[in-house]
């Protein structure tokens, strides 16, 4: 792939993923979780500039995808968060792409906000005890009460040392 300004944001996300969001909690001596947060920028049907042309309702294409998928596989987490997500067909779809390349998530979870074209979502190697969703969060934004569209999840897993996941995505306009 040449590297562009079209791709930057890609690359950008690639280097967040797997220098910064990525981090270790250890349970015991020699274990250790390694959760990734990832925002996919758009994993849905929306319109879209491609290769320079503006398409409407155009599915998030396939060499995009592909580079979220090599950054995810260089990473391996075992609690994946992402975001800006187009639902559960679309975690599905990331899911078994996953999958296929050698990175088996058995485990998805969905936040089912008030919007509802982007989501948050969560791919577990590690089977999770419990999980809430937030939908009523509230947030002062300069004089005004603001919802947060996207909610917040919560996931909690036990084990030798239990340890549980609040996740929650701000719209680009409201920071």
């Known amino acids: 792939m040449k590297i562009s300004r079209n791709n930057i944001p890609l690359i950008r996300s690639i280097v967040f993923l797997t220098l910064i969001l990525s981090f270790i909690v250890h349970l015991r001596a020699g274990e250790s979780v390694r959760i990734a947060s990832y925002n996919l920028r758009n994993y849905l049907i929306t319109d879209r ?31 994946l968060v992402v975001q800006e997500l187009g639902g559960m067909p679309f975690l599905f779809e990331l899911k078994e ?13 969905l936040m089912e906000g008030e919007d509802s074209e982007r989501m948050t979502g969560l791919l577990s190697r590690i089977k999770p005890s419990y999980s809430v969703q937030h939908k009523d969060l509230e947030f002062k934004y300069f004089d005004e009460k603001r919802c947060v569209l996207r909610g917040m999840l919560e996931v909690g897993f036990k084990g030798e040392i239990s340890f549980s996941i609040f996740f929650r995505t701000l719209k680009k306009s409201v920071y």
């Open 49 to 79: 500039l491609v290769e320079g042309t503006w398409l409407k309702a155009y599915p998030k294409p396939e060499v995009e995808k592909s580079i979220i998928q090599k950054g995810i596989l260089a990473v391996k987490p075992d609690i």
């Open 97 to 109: 792409d996953l999958k296929a390349s050698g990175l088996d998530y058995p485990f998805l979870l």
